[in-house]
Structures are given as structure tokens and as C-alpha cells.
């Protein structure tokens, strides 16, 4: 229904345009062409090809083979090279009844959207928009740069080239991914696919590319992979690539070719261009050296040009009709007079596409007619024409199937399934032959072309009577026949001998060092068992033996089964000692009788001593003496992950906590997949923190040792909660007195799975205050056989608080049976999420704890600055507020101010008349609160003009305008119109005390010279000083209430500057002047100086005071309240 409404309206904005039917009986209908006469395009070619449109209507609408009974009509406008102009254009035309565009030039997606939003054909001449192509109302008669590629690939496969590299410069980097995809389509490969910087732009920017050296890198990178180079680029980049080849010798023995994609016509008077830089394409091209020496040919006959087609037959006749047409109506493009006779304007290929665009459409439109009207046995009617002509997609579809045609330019064109043309393209190579206009015996000429047809690729024909010559005489290989690296070919017999004999050496000397190694490794091994690596002499341990416990910041907790018991305080201290200049952790071993260190036991010392991982605490070795053994390992300043959880003053962010875990869970896995195999002791206490806040597992490992030992008696109570982490299965081999219990895997899965809770819920392994030996006995009972679930920590508090992911894992980890418990690389996936946008970085989160953690000194130092800081800053604005901050900047940096004469400033004056009255009647605190409320009104207004306030005493208010910085003759309507906005503030100012009352500000007005300087040293003030300042005041105290009064020299200045309402007073007494004429200030005009626009309100330097905030990080508890 709608196209239907659509067509209709067409063809009514046809009948209103001029009659459908002219006197010949044939319709008319508007076609839009949107060519770049102006703009920024440099390569514009609207004012030389226009004239191919009006020559291709003209041969239409008075022929009789095409649209015998439609008449084209033509509409056109001048784009300027702006997609904007362009589209507001085409939407223009559109209403106006067009029903095709050909055009625009450059860029046209934009356009062609918008002519696909009415689904009406756009055939484009020079567009090379590659989006464009997927829109069914669109056709392209400038075969896009992607159609090249085909030519590329049927060239390749007509010399068997089957392996190729490409190089490209940036703007043919979808070239060069098509020409890839079609490589693969074609079962060729891609040796090297590198994209390079175009030479301009790199010297332009002083980029590293513009180095001479810069192409012998690509072709040292890739030459000994590939021997044919495809180079999408500008000409300039080709002859600095084949330079770099030439300067590495690779066209010496002709095994190397060079294959160059250039999408212009080809133009015999130029095809020395692809071997000699030119800078004028004008010029004429010369030959380099004569007798063209070997180097320089062997280069230029390792080179092949794809390029388009030249034009056939009669084109030049086509060119010259072009230029006539361009000169008459509608475009109307005549060459000047000077240069008709000496120069023909050059006319290019997109002539011929044009004409081609406006052929094509009208033959398509066409055979549509004849579909419509011949064939069924119907007459032509307008409506019928409208819906014909206005429907893109089937004009665009019948073009397709009417390819392909003969062009203007003697060439048979194809459009494709997208309606982009394949082109017509040729290869040039290096011939000696004679072109005109080239003063040398050889250059590039044509030795073949490429056929289109039905297929995908075209095929490409060489010509037999223009044979290429081939540097040496032998076409060049896509592969050497041994292979890029000689693999494909036999060695002789002497080379496989020696290889050989060279490899049964080296097996030789290989077995004989594995045997010497696994000797000598063994002989280390059995002295590393006998102690002589793992054993410490007790000599070496200082601070231990003689002074017992030692004070360290670590605390291990009650729970941890080896701390002695504090009654006093909550601090439990870890034994430390010095052994070799460091601070190491001493855990000690007793035994009632002596004890012989097994053979199994000094192995798995050995082991110990050898595993080292960051999240490992390190076993340094250990001290055996009769009844007791000392395992040193490394001191950690933090105390372990207990002591942590359980310090209120640290606050455990999800950063810290992600931090922790992860940790704990990369020690896990070291440990598992280590000949440990498990842990069996794990628990928080059982996990310590380094000094820089990285958390390191310890107390693993020496099973059979540590169960031989006798603890000191601690009490049933911590024996129990030493358990609470143990899992139910252990707890129950527990019961077997015979027994001996390490540990297993999922056990340390249970324990972690308790840690988790602890760290997250900080309430302590179950979060209850109940016995630990009665939890320890719920935990072993397991499920009942009533349905009683098993003992485990109470999540439900932690539920909405915490994500849901970790008390999932939390859960899973402490489930009753051990299967289910899932493996630590299991649980490291799972908990990824708590890592979410926190640094990857072990040393950026170490930093960044002892950042927050570290007692938050540089917080608390960051804090002090900032304050420290804005303190600076209002007291530079106090000082910029009390003198001209021009003269402040002087002062600060300790230059003198020299008092300065300025020959014109204006001064204002005011007071409050009736104010000593007031005061009288007022209290001091009200007097100050009003005069505070009113010259704070006073200050927010005079911001907006270009004033100084010198200063206020009392009710007395004095401003200044037109120094210290000089503002030429507005320093009297900066005042004037100040003084204006003032009076009308204080007639709506309320006085908080005496409401009902109006103040009665009386103002005076002087311009005249003046003396400005500093004065004072204790309290320096800037002054002002001379008869200007007296003569203000006078015009203040002889004024009149809610008056502005101002005096001759005043009035004289803002009649010459305009735009204020001045009334005479009349002759005054005025004190030092005697009889003075007057004036009265009564208003302004648009004229006047208007205020400016002040950004935001200017904030009071200092408050009134109040309690002093209290500093506080709700981040950080540990940082004490201020108070």
C-alpha cells in the first residue's frame, strides 16, 4: 500500500512540475546527477566529465532504440565534496519528483542509504566506498580496488605462483584482506601478509620509516620465505621496494618477482612511472642511463603491472565531444579564451563511466518498460512508468542480468552479484619498444589481459606477439624445488655420513654427561641426606637458647597448639632468633628420650630445604640435638593469617581478601602437585604474612616427626579448637589409638573451606561461642540417622552480604563426603570473580595494601598536603582579594611595587545614609551581620565589571576602575553601569533586622588621574592618592539618597562613550571647587557596557567557627577519630 501511495505522490509532483505528456507524446521523468565542481577534492571531476551525462540524455531522448516514449529530464546540483550539501541535496531532489541519482563523487554510502530509505537507484561513476556494495538499490560503473584482486589471483594461477607475499600500505588494507581470502579460495598460500607506512606520511611525522634502511627490514624479514611479492601501495613505495631488493641482490639471478596493483587507466606516455621517481607527472620522463645497463633492466623485468585497461577505438573522439558538451547547457563550463587555443582540457576515464551509468540505467529501464508493456500486451502509462522507474532494486537487478555491455570506451563491462563493476584490466611488463612522448627505447607495455565471464575469476590471456621477457630468460618460481630451506631434497652420501657419524658423537657425549650428572646428582643427594646442607650447628642460632622467648610483632594465636598462654594480655608471641644476620622462626620439637632422625625423615628435610615457592614458608633447616629438634624457617613480620582476622584495627577489603586467598590457594596447589602431596595441618594459624602482606603456607611436611613430639601441656580446651579445622573423616581415624593420621588432599580442602569462612565472616572457624570439643564431636558424628545435618559454620548471616559464588565454594569445600569437595584448581576457577578488576600483579597488590594497610601514612601525608595545600590557596586568594592580583604577584615574589601615575580612572563613592541613626539603634552584632549581607550583595555584582575595590570603612564603599591594568576609556561605563546594577540591588535588599525599612545608599561618580602604590610594610595596603579620589568623595557627600551623582568630567566621559542617560542637577557648592555643574546618572541604554558572565559563585575564604571536623576513613578503623 505504501509504495503504491509513494508512486502516487510521484507522479502528482510530476504533473505539478510540467505535464506529464509533452507534445511528442512521451513522458517525462527526472534523473539527479550530483557531481564535485568546488570543494576540498582534489581529484574532483565535475567541470571536465559533466558533459558525457548531457551528450548520453541528448543521444537518448532523440534516439529511437532507448525509452522511445519517455523523455529524460535532468536536475543537478554542486556537492562540494560534503556528504552534508550532498545528502541535503539528494533529499531535495527527491521530493521534488527525481527517480535516480548518478553521483556522488569520493564518498557516497551515506547518500546511497539515504536513497535506499525510497529504495531509488543510485549508479555511481567514481565512488569507492566499499560499504556501498551491499545495497541492493546500488550500482558502481568504477570497478572498486577490491576488483583488482581478481586479476591478481588469475594471474597467479596462470603462472602456477601458488605461494605469494603481500605487502600494503594502510589505505589498501581491505584490499589486501581480500586478495588473502581470495588466495584461500584458490588453495594458495600466504607466505607473508605485512602492512608498511606510506612514504609521505612517514617523512611527513618524522616517523622511523622514513630511514633509508626501512624496506631492507621488510625484505630481510621475508626474502628467504617467498619469491613472489604482490605490493598494493603508491608508485613511490614500489620503486623504494625495489630498490631495497636491487640493494640485496635478489634480481640478480631472476628469481624474484615483483606484481603492482594500480587502479588507474593506463597511459603509455606514463608507464615509465612504475620504475623512475618523478616529481612532476607533467614532465616529460626521461631515461636513466642509456643503453639501459643490466641492473637497472633485470629490476624492471622483475616487475608486473596490473592496471586498467586503455581505452579502445574512437575514445579520443568520445573526449572531444565531452569538452563540447561541457560547454553548453545546463553546465555551461567554458574553457577561458586565453588558454582555447593552446590547451585541451584533459578529460579522464570517468567520462566514459559516466556515460556508461546513464546507458546502462536508461537500457535497464528500459527492457523493464518492454517486460511490462510489449510482452503482456499493455500501453505505457504514466503510473506504470513511476512504479518502474522508482524501484531501485529491481533497475539495480536488471542491470546485473543485461551485463555485460559494450563501454564508450571500446571495453566490454561486467557488473557482478553486488552490481560493482569487474573492470577491465591489463599487464604491463618491460619491453623495448618506442611510446610516444618517452624519449628511451623501452618501457611498460601491455603483454596481456584478463577476460570476464560467469565465473568468479576472470581468465587472463597473454599475447602471444608481445611475449615478457623474463629476467634470464626463465620465469621465476612461487618455490625453489628443494624448498625455501632445501628440505625437499636428499642429502648426497658424504653429507649423510657425516650426519651420521656427528649424531652417534653426540649421543655418546649425551649419555656420558646424563650418567656423570646422575652420579654426581646422587652423591649430592646422599650428602644433602646426611645433613650437610639441611643442618644448622646450634653455634650458628644467636638470641635463642640463652633468652627463651623473644618478643616479634607476629602473634600466633591461642589455637595454634605450640604458643605458651598469656593471661594477661591477648598477645601470644612467636620464638624468634637471629641465624646468619637474619631474623628466622623457630618451632621446636620435644622428645622424653633420645631421638634418631630416620633416613625417610632427612630425605623429606632434604625435600623440604628444596621446595621454594612464593606462597611456601621457607624451611631453612634445622638443629638436632638428643632430646629435641629446632625447625628454622623464615620470620614473617605480619604474624600469621589468624592474628590478622582476628585484629579489628585492620580492615579486610575484597581487594586484601582476594589477595589472601589467592595466595593460599596457589600454595595449595604447589603443595599437591609437589611430592608433599598434601598438606594435613592446615589452618589459619598454619598460614603467615610476609612484611610486604603476601601470605606464604607453613608447618607442612615431617608428618612421622611432629607425631613423635610431646607439646607442652595446653589445655583440653585449645587441643580441642587446634581440630576445628581437621575434616570429619580424619577427626574419626582420630578414635584409633594405633593409628597414625598425615592428611589427605580433601582434608585440606575441608580446612580451607573453614579458613574461607573465617576470613570472610571474622567470627572464628565456626562463628559460636560453643565448647570446641563439643563442635569437634558434632563434626565427627556426620549426618545422623535421624536427618540431622552435620555440624558446619552458620552461613545465613553472611547471605545477601556476601556473593553468592564464594559461599558456594565455602560450603562445597566442607562437604561430609570427600568426593565432593572440589580440587584447588577447581576452587582458583570458581573464585576468579574475586579478583575481578584487581592488578594481575603480585607487587602492585602489595603495594597497594601497604598503602591502605601500612598504618595509612601516605593517606594521612596525602590528607595533610591537600589541606596543606588549600590552606596555601586561600591565602593566596585572601591576598588577591585585598590587593590587585597583578600587584600580589609582585609582592609574593618579593619585587617592589613602584607607585605608578594613570592619567584616567574613574572612582566610585557610597555610603548609607541615616547608618550612624541605625547603629545606634541596632546592637553591634546586627551592624555587623547587615553590613556583612549587604557588601556581600555588593561583591557578587561588581565580578561582572572590570573594577577594583579599594576599600570599604563602615558604610563607606570605594571602587575603582582602569587600574593597575589600563582598560582605555571603559573604566567610566564599568563604573556607570556597576553603579546602576548597585541602586537597583539595594532597593529590593531586605535588612534582616529592620525589614520594613529601605536603604538609602547615595553614590557618587569622578573621573580624573591618580596616583596608585603600595603603602605599609606590617599591613601594606594599596592606595590611591590625588584630587580624583577628594573629588569623588565630594560627589558622594553632597549627592542624594538612591541618586547617583557624578561630576563634569564624569558626564563628558560617558557622552563620549555612549549609551547612558545623564540629567543636569544644576550648579553646587562643592567644598575646594566652589560652584560646580553636576549631573544625575538616571540609566542606561543597549549601548552601555553589559556585565559579564561570571562562572560560579565566589566562596567565602574562611567560616564562621564551628566544631572542628572529626577525621575519620571508614575504609581504614585503624586511624583514630579526631576529636
Known sequence: MWRGARVLLLAALGLLAGPAVALDKKFNITIGYLPSIKGELRDRQGLAISGALSMALEEINNGTKLLPEV???????????????????????????????????????????????????????????????????????????????????????????????????????????????????????????????????CCEEKMACCAPGFWYQFIQETKNRTRIYVFLGSTAG??????????????????????????????????????????????????????????????????????????????????????????????????????????????????????????????????????????????????????????GSLIV??????????????????????????????????KNTTVEDIKCNASMVPVGHFQQSSKEFPEYKSNALVP?????????????????????????DSQITSLVVA????????????????????????????????????QDIAGYLGSGLVWSPSKLSLASGISGESKCCTQIFTTTAQYRGNVVRIKELKFSKKKDIPREVMKEMRLLRELKHDNLNSFIGAVVEPLRVLLITDYC??????????????KLDQMFISSLVHDLIKGMIFIHTSPLIYHGNLKSSNCVVTSRWMLQVTDFGLHDLRCCAENDFIGEHQYYRGLLWKSPELLRQLDDPNGFVGGTQKGDVYAFGIILYEIIARRGPFGFATEPKDIVERVKRGTRADGEEPLRPDTRALEGAVDEYALSVMRDCWAEDPAARPDFPVIRSRLKKLKSGKSRNIMDQMMDMMEKYANNLEELVTERTR???????????????????????????????????????????????????????????????????????????????????????????????????????????????????????VK???????????????????????????????????????????????????????????????????????????????????????????????????????????????RPLFCRPRRSPRLTDSRHPSISDVR
Open 71 to 201: 523523455n529524460l529530464q535532468l536536475k543537478w546540483n554542486d556537492t562540494r565534496c560534503d556528504t552534508v550539501t550532498a545528502t541535503r541535496m539528494l533529499t531535495d531532489m527527491t521530493c521534488s519528483g527525481v527517480v535516480a541519482f548518478f553521483g556522488p563523487e569520493g564518498r557516497c554510502h551515506t547518500e546511497a542509504i539515504v536513497a535506499k530509505s525510497r529504495n531509488l537507484p543510485m549508479i555511481s561513476y567514481k565512488c569507492s566506498d566499499y560499504q556501498t556494495s551491499t545495497l541492493s538499490n546500488f550500482a558502481r560503473l568504477e570497478p572498486p580496488d577490491t576488483q583488482a584482486t581478481k586479476s591478481v589471483i588469475a594471474l597467479l594461477r596462470y603462472y602456477r605462483w601458488t605461494k605469494f607475499s603481500i605487502l600494503y600500505e594502510e589505505p589498501w588494507v581491505t584490499v589486501a584482506l581480500t586478495l588473502e581470502n581470495h588466495a584461500k579460495k584458490n588453495n594458495m598460500t600466504v607466505n607473508h601478509q605485512r602492512p608498511v607506512i606510506e612514504g609521505f606520511k
Open 503 to 538: 649424531g652417534t658423537l653426540a649421543v655418546t657425549l649425551f649419555c656420558a654427561l646424563v650418567v656423570t650428572i646422575s652420579i654426581y646428582r646422587k652423591w649430592k643427594i646422599e650428602q644433602e641426606i646426611e645433613g650437610l646442607l639441611w643442618k644448622i650447628d646450634p
Open 867 to 985: 589541606l596543606l595545600i588549600e590552606e596555601k590557596q586561600k591565602t593566596e586568594d585572601l591576598l588577591h582579594r585585598m590587593l590587585p592580583k597583578s600587584v600580589a604577584r609582585r609582592l609574593t615574589t618579593g619585587e617592589g611595587v613602584e607607585p605608578e601615575s594613570f592619567d584616567s580612572v574613574t572612582i566610585y563613592f557610597s555610603d548609607i545614609v541615616g547608618f550612624t541613626a541605625m547603629s545606634a539603634e541596632s546592637t553591634p552584632l546586627q551592624v555587623v551581620n547587615f553590613l556583612n549581607d549587604l557588601y556581600t550583595v555588593f561583591d557578587r555584582i561588581i565580578r561582572g565589571y572590570d573594577v577594583y575595590k579599594v576599600e570599604t570603612i563602615g558604610d563607606a564603599y570605594m571602587v575603582v576602575s582602569g587600574l593597575p591594568i589600563r582598560n582605555n576609556d571603559r573604566h567610566v561605563g564599568e563604573i556607570a553601569s556597576m553603579a546602576l546594577e548597585l541602586l537597583n540591588a
Open 397 to 430: 537487478s536488471k542491470m546485473i542480468h543485461i551485463t555485460p555491455f559494450k563501454s564508450v570506451a571500446g571495453m566490454s563491462i561486467r557488473l557482478d552479484e553486488r552490481a560493482d563493476s569487474e573492470g577491465n584490466f591489463s599487464v604491463l611488463a618491460f
Open 637 to 650: 613480620a605480619k604474624g600469621s593469617l589468624y592474628d590478622i582476622i582476628e585484629n579489628e584495627d585492620i
Open 468 to 492: 615478457i621477457d623474463w629476467p634470464d630468460g626463465i620465469k621465476p618460481e612461487a618455490e625453489p624445488s628443494c624448498g625455501f630451506l632445501n628440505e625437499k631434497c636428499p642429502k648426497d
Open 238 to 391: 614500489l620503486i623504494d621496494m625495489m630498490t631495497a631488493m636491487e640493494s640485496l641482490q635478489l634480481f640478480a639471478k631472476g628469481k624474484y618477482m615483483v606484481i603492482f596493483v594500480d587502479m588507474m587507466t593506463y597511459v603509455p606516455k606514463e608507464s615509465l612511472k612504475y620504475l623512475i621517481k618523478t616529481e612532476d607527472r607533467g614532465a616529460t620522463l626521461v631515461c636513466p642511463k642509456t643503453n639501459w645497463e643490466l641492473p637497472f633492466k633485470k629490476r624492471a623485468q622483475s616487475l608486473l603491472v596490473v592496471v586498467s585497461s586503455e581505452p579502445e577505438g574512437s575514445y579520443e573522439l568520445f573526449t572531444s565531444k565531452v569538452r563540447d558538451y561541457n560547454s553548453m547547457k545546463p553546465f555551461e563550463f567554458p574553457l577561458p579564451a586565453v588558454f582555447e587555443k593552446k590547451f585541451n582540457k584533459f578529460v579522464s576515464i570517468y567520462a566514459a563511466y559516466l556515460y556508461d551509468s546513464v546507458k546502462l540505467y536508461a537500457t535497464a529501464l528500459h527492457t523493464l518498460i518492454e517486460e511490462e508493456t510489449t510482452y503482456k500486451n499493455e500501453s505505457l502509462t504514466y503510473e506504470k512508468l513511476m512504479t518502474i522507474a522508482t524501484n
Open 988 to 1098: 529590593t535588599h531586605k535588612i534582616s533586622h529592620r525589614p520594613n525599612e529601605i536603604l538609602k545608599l547615595r553614590i557618587g561618580i569622578h573621573t580624573g588621574a591618580v596616583v596608585a602604590g603600595v603603602v605599609g610594610l606590617t599591613m601594606p595596603r594599596y592606595c590611591l592618592f590625588g584630587d580624583t579620589v577628594n573629588t569623588a568623595s565630594r560627589m558622594e557627600s553632597n549627592g542624594e539618597p538612591l541618586r547617583i551623582h557624578i561630576s563634569p568630567s564624569c558626564k563628558q566621559a560617558l557622552d563620549k562613550l555612549g549609551g547612558y542617560v545623564v540629567e543636569p542637577r544644576g550648579t553646587i557648592p562643592i567644598k575646594g571647587k566652589g560652584q560646580l555643574q553636576t549631573y544625575w546618572l538616571v540609566g542606561a541604554t543597549e549601548k552601555a557596557i553589559q556585565k559579564r558572565t561570571v562562572e560560579g559563585e565566589e
